[in-house]
C-alpha cells in the first residue's frame, strides 16, 4: 500500500480530464420516519455516520469526480441542512408528494450531463466514478447481489435484458423494469435499483419529456423515480444498466447505522 495516498491524487487530479461537465441533484426531502428521534431535529441526510454527515460524504464523492456543481432538494427542517459547497431547493409539498415532485422542485438545476441520486446513499467512489464511464444516454445503477440480506427499506426489484455475467468488461444490459414485487411476470430479477441514475445528451430531453406527461396522471404526486424510469422504458427510450455487486448502503433505519458506521471506516 506505500504510495497509495499519492495514488489517490494522481486519479482525482488526472482520470477525470476529457470528462464532460456534469452536474448532481440530490433528494433528500424526507425526514426517514424509521429513524426516530435522530431525526427529530434534522432531516435523514444531516445524519453524522464516522465523523462526517450523509450528505458531506456525498459531496465529497462527487468533488472526487470533479462533479462540483450540487443541488440538494430538502423539505423536512430544510433549515438544518449544512449548504457549503451546494445549492438548496425546496419541496415545500414534501410531507404529501414523493420523488418526482422532488425531481421537479430542482428542474432548472437540470443539466445535459447530471446525476440523480438518492440523499441517503452510501457508496464505493468506483460506483460513481464507472457511472460516469458508462455508455448511455441514461444509466441507472443496479446491484446484481440480491443474496444480500443487510440491505434495510423496500427493494426496488430490476428486470433486466440480460443477467449480471461479472465480466471485467462493460455489459450493454437494458432496463426493462422495476418493480417492488419480486414476483414479477417478466422473469426473476436482475438485481435491485440502489438509488443512483445519470442522465446526459438526449436523455434530458427523454426525462423533461417524460415528466411533462406524466404530471398529467392523477396520482402523479405519489410517482417515484422507479415510476419514472418504467415510463421511460414503456415509451421506447433506452435506460441503460451499470451492474455492480455490493459496496454500497442506504441509510432507512436504527440498524443501518451501525451499518453504516462500519462501512466507512
Given at each position: 500500500?506505500?504510495?497509495?495516498?499519492?495514488?489517490?491524487?494522481?486519479?482525482?487530479?488526472?482520470?477525470?480530464?476529457?470528462?464532460?461537465?456534469t452536474?448532481?441533484?440530490?433528494?433528500?426531502?424526507?425526514?426517514?420516519?424509521?429513524?426516530?428521534?435522530?431525526?427529530?431535529?434534522?432531516?435523514?441526510?444531516?445524519?453524522?455516520?464516522?465523523?462526517?454527515?450523509?450528505?458531506?460524504?456525498?459531496?465529497?464523492?462527487?468533488?472526487?469526480?470533479?462533479?462540483?456543481?450540487?443541488?440538494?432538494?430538502?423539505?423536512?427542517?430544510?433549515?438544518?441542512i449544512?449548504?457549503?459547497?451546494?445549492e438548496?431547493?425546496?419541496?415545500?409539498?414534501?410531507?404529501?408528494?414523493?420523488?418526482?415532485?422532488?425531481?421537479?422542485?430542482?428542474?432548472?438545476?437540470?443539466?445535459?450531463?447530471?446525476?440523480?441520486?438518492?440523499?441517503?446513499?452510501?457508496?464505493?467512489?468506483?460506483?460513481l466514478?464507472?457511472?460516469?464511464?458508462?455508455?448511455?444516454?441514461?444509466?441507472?445503477?443496479?446491484?446484481?447481489?440480491?443474496?444480500?440480506?443487510?440491505?434495510?427499506?423496500?427493494?426496488?426489484?430490476?428486470?433486466?435484458?440480460?443477467?449480471?455475467?461479472?465480466?471485467?468488461?462493460?455489459?450493454?444490459?437494458?432496463?426493462?423494469?422495476?418493480?417492488?414485487?419480486?414476483?414479477?411476470?417478466?422473469?426473476?430479477?436482475?438485481?435491485?435499483?440502489?438509488?443512483?441514475?445519470?442522465?446526459?445528451?438526449?436523455?434530458?430531453?427523454?426525462?423533461?419529456?417524460?415528466?411533462?406527461?406524466?404530471?398529467?396522471?392523477?396520482?402523479?404526486?405519489?410517482?417515484?423515480?422507479?415510476?419514472?424510469?418504467?415510463?421511460?422504458?414503456?415509451?421506447?427510450?433506452?435506460?441503460?444498466?451499470?451492474?455492480?455487486?455490493?459496496?454500497?448502503?442506504?441509510?432507512?433505519?436504527?440498524?443501518?447505522?451501525?451499518?453504516a458506521?462500519d462501512?466507512?471506516?
Amino acid at each position: 500500500m506505500q504510495g497509495a495516498d499519492e495514488l489517490a491524487r494522481a486519479q482525482e487530479r488526472y482520470l477525470n480530464i476529457g470528462r464532460t461537465e456534469t452536474h448532481a441533484i440530490v433528494l433528500a426531502a424526507s425526514r426517514g420516519n424509521a429513524l426516530h428521534e435522530l431525526t427529530h431535529d434534522k432531516p435523514k441526510v444531516m445524519l453524522t455516520i464516522g465523523g462526517k454527515t450523509l450528505l458531506r460524504r456525498l459531496s465529497d464523492e462527487f468533488k472526487i469526480q470533479s462533479i462540483n456543481k450540487i443541488t440538494v432538494v430538502a423539505g423536512y427542517k430544510a433549515d438544518a441542512i449544512d449548504t457549503s459547497g451546494i445549492e438548496l431547493c425546496i419541496n415545500h409539498n414534501y410531507e404529501s408528494t414523493g420523488e418526482l415532485n422532488s425531481l421537479l422542485c430542482a428542474k432548472e438545476r437540470f443539466h445535459d450531463s447530471m446525476i440523480i441520486t438518492y440523499g441517503d446513499l452510501l457508496f464505493r467512489g468506483y460506483i460513481l466514478r464507472d457511472l460516469l464511464d458508462t455508455p448511455g444516454e441514461i444509466v441507472a445503477v443496479v446491484d446484481s447481489a440480491l443474496e444480500d440480506s443487510h440491505k434495510s427499506g423496500s427493494p426496488d426489484y430490476v428486470y433486466c435484458s440480460k443477467p449480471d455475467d461479472r465480466s471485467m468488461f462493460s455489459q450493454d444490459i437494458d432496463l426493462r423494469h422495476i418493480s417492488e414485487n419480486e414476483a414479477c411476470d417478466i422473469g426473476d430479477p436482475s438485481g435491485r435499483w440502489i438509488g443512483m441514475l445519470r442522465v446526459q445528451g438526449e436523455g434530458l430531453v427523454w426525462l423533461n419529456n417524460a415528466l411533462t406527461e406524466l404530471q398529467k396522471r392523477k396520482d402523479f404526486s405519489s410517482l417515484t423515480i422507479p415510476d419514472l424510469l418504467n415510463h421511460l422504458v414503456e415509451q421506447g427510450n433506452p435506460v441503460k444498466v451499470h451492474y455492480i455487486h455490493g459496496h454500497w448502503l442506504d441509510v432507512n433505519s436504527i440498524e443501518d447505522i451501525d451499518r453504516a458506521g462500519d462501512f466507512t471506516k
